[in-house]
């Protein structure tokens, strides 16, 4: 049986380990005022067998696809007017071509090289928005087919003109069951936000008004001919709908001076009040009476300390749960698990700072595992840089917000099995349902308390107050309060040895920096969140499984690669 065992093992880990991935792939479709497409496709990589790429379209009735450019990482490839798909892996090193079959064409491209390649393929679609017979203006096409190989792990569509698209324009998208297709900011997204399996596809139906692009070419069928068309065999996926407060909040301007004041303040005291965290007795803690602390409270455990934050917001406002990342950063910094490094990049030679994520680090917490491995996903080389994590952020948001979230859910665990926290035997007890213990209490002052402390010690007179020797602890206190760079600038003026000492294994450049991919990073998963929260409640927001027969670029599989 061992044996057996052995040799399948043997037969299938090969198979596993040289498969193909796409990790993404990005559609930015550019249409201008003739109805012209210019497609730009982004494709991440990580490839170990085959010699091509290819992407099909059938069904191209009056249109045609011109000007196909082909690069990867960078380096642009020659375009070959005989491309042979058959021809080796070698002679199709840095080559693209056109590869036509029956009803359509393939656009084709060498491998070159093996490993983690991005590539970039360009190309123009005419007659990309056609007439219809009754007057109206129509995107349909297959923008992504079935049987890609392999399956991307993500697939992301923008199209977009010169003019901004209304929150009313009506869209459709079809193939991908749940795939938001909507319009935002003046212009269409579809996102599958997931992996496009064999038998799913994207589908887009936009119908514009009249005389909205200058067309030469026109269809037969009335509109609703193609949407008849495209619904059939669609299993309609219906968008969240907006909750009451959102609904509410769409009418500010009739609601702002007369109900919405109230219904915050109802909303907020009666959730605080029912769901919320006090003390015994309804103790409380005075700010202006809290004397500063100098030391390092919360028995220096950031998480501990960002949950007390958390469990305190009356008084420490703007509190944020993804504060804690930069003080994680900077810890990772401190137990060399990560390094950062300065890269001179561009034409002019710009230098760039980047996070060394190549260190082969070991952590005994699970979720700062998780967040590294984030990170190095984000940044694909090991060498994570800004842009990198921001562009992941805005594709995997829930992914990023939830496992902060589930970092403050443990530490509340914690507090309640240690019986830290518990639940009130009655009203008079405590006027919130949660009761912190003392124990929390005299932490929570000693917290506040530093937080007075970072933000005034630059006021002080003597330089003996702080305590110099802990100022990295300062700075990840400092992260969770939201007041990094500002503390950072004081210690640069008041103590510049601190920073400027070659011995320590960090900068200001570096503490700033790492507040700046903190911010950078969050900002770009906040707005990817609101975008796919504020889906019009027209025509766009409409996603289908099955469904968008007839349409152009459609009627056939395949792509990927071979």
Same mark, same amino acid.
């Given at each position: ?6 040799? !399948? ?5 090969? @198979?596993? $380990? ?19 497409? %210019? ?10 067998? /085959? ?47 056109? %590869? ?8 084709? =491209? ?28 129509? $995107? ?10 392999? @399956? ?8 977009? &003109? ?29 996102? &599958?936000? &997931? ?48 909750? =009451? ?11 702002? @001076? ?52 958390? !469990?305190?917001?009356? $008084? =420490?406002? #703007? ?17 060399? *698990? ?11 030679? *710009? ?24 990170? %190095? ?42 019986? %830290? ?9 405590? *006027? ?88 950078? &990073? ?15 409640? #027209? ?19 395949? /792509?990927? =690669?071979?």
């Amino acid at each position: 049986m061992k044996k057996i065992i052995f040799t !399948l093992v043997l037969f299938l880990v090969p @198979s596993i $380990i040289l498969a193909n991935e796409i990790n993404n792939i990005d559609m930015k479709i550019y249409v201008d005022n003739n109805g012209t497409a %210019h497609v730009t496709e982004e494709w991440t990589t990580n490839l170990t067998q /085959g010699t091509e790429g290819y992407k099909p379209y059938y069904n191209l009735g009056e249109s045609k696809i011109s000007n196909f450019k082909v690069s990867m990482n960078g380096k642009e490839y020659t375009y070959n007017s005989d491309y042979d798909i058959n021809a080796s892996f070698n002679e199709k090193k840095y080559k693209n071509g056109f %590869h036509y079959i029956d009803n359509g064409v393939e656009l084709c =491209f060498g491998i070159t090289n093996y490993g983690k390649n991005t590539y970039i393929l360009s190309y123009d679609i005419s007659n990309f928005v056609v007439n219809t017979s009754d007057n109206y203006q129509m $995107i349909y096409w297959t923008l992504f087919p079935y049987d890609y190989n392999p @399956s991307p792990e993500r697939v992301y569509i923008k199209i977009y &003109s010169d003019f901004k698209y209304a929150d009313t324009l009506d869209v459709w998208g079809y193939g991908k069951y749940g795939a938001p297709t909507y319009v935002y900011d003046g212009y269409i997204e579809m996102d &599958s936000e &997931s992996t496009v399996t064999s038998s799913e596809y994207m589908t887009i139906l936009v119908k514009f008004p009249e005389n909205t692009f200058t067309l030469d070419t026109a269809v037969d069928k009335t509109f609703d001919e193609y949407l008849n068309m495209a619904n059939e065999g669609a299993t309609t996926y219906k968008v969240q709908k907006k909750n =009451f407060f959102q609904k509410l909040l769409s009418y500010i301007p009739f609601l702002i @001076s007369i109900f919405i004041p109230f219904a915050i303040v109802f909303i907020a005291i009666r959730s605080s009040i029912v769901n919320g965290y006090g003390y015994k007795n309804n103790k409380v803690i005075n700010k202006k009476e809290t004397p500063l602390f100098r030391d390092i409270p919360c028995n220096k455990d950031i998480y501990y300390a960002n949950i007390l934050t958390k !469990l305190n917001n009356e $008084i =420490f406002t #703007g509190y944020k749960e993804t504060n804690i990342f930069g003080a994680i950063i900077l810890k990772w910094v401190k137990e060399n *698990k990560v390094k950062f490094i300065n890269q001179t990049k561009g034409v002019f030679n *710009k230098e760039t700072s980047s996070i060394d994520l190549t260190l082969n680090p070991t952590f005994d917490n699970v979720l700062e595992k998780e967040l590294f491995d984030i990170m %190095h996903e984000a940044s694909i080389d090991g060498i994570l840089e800004t842009k990198e994590l921001e562009k992941w952020n805005n594709k995997h948001y829930t992914k990023f917000f939830d496992l902060f979230e589930r970092i403050n859910k443990i530490e509340i665990e914690k507090l309640k099995q240690g019986n %830290h926290i518990y639940t009130r035997t009655n009203k008079e007890e405590c *006027k919130r349902k949660n009761i912190m213990d003392d124990t929390i209490y005299e932490e929570s002052v000693k917290l506040y308390g530093l937080k007075k402390f970072l933000d005034e010690f630059s006021k002080i007179d003597t330089r003996e107050v702080l305590e110099v020797h802990i100022w990295d602890e300062y700075l990840m206190f400092a992260y969770i309060f939201g007041i990094a760079d500002k503390v950072a600038k004081q210690l640069k003026n008041l103590y510049p040895e601190v920073l400027e000492d070659p011995n320590n294994y960090i900068d200001l450049d570096t503490i700033l920096y790492i507040n700046y991919l903190s911010n950078c &990073s969050v900002n770009a998963a906040s707005t990817a969140r609101s975008r796919a929260e504020s889906y019009s409640s #027209g025509g766009g927001g409409f996603s289908s499984g099955g469904g968008g027969g007839g349409s152009f670029g459609g009627g056939g599989g395949g /792509g990927g =690669f071979r």
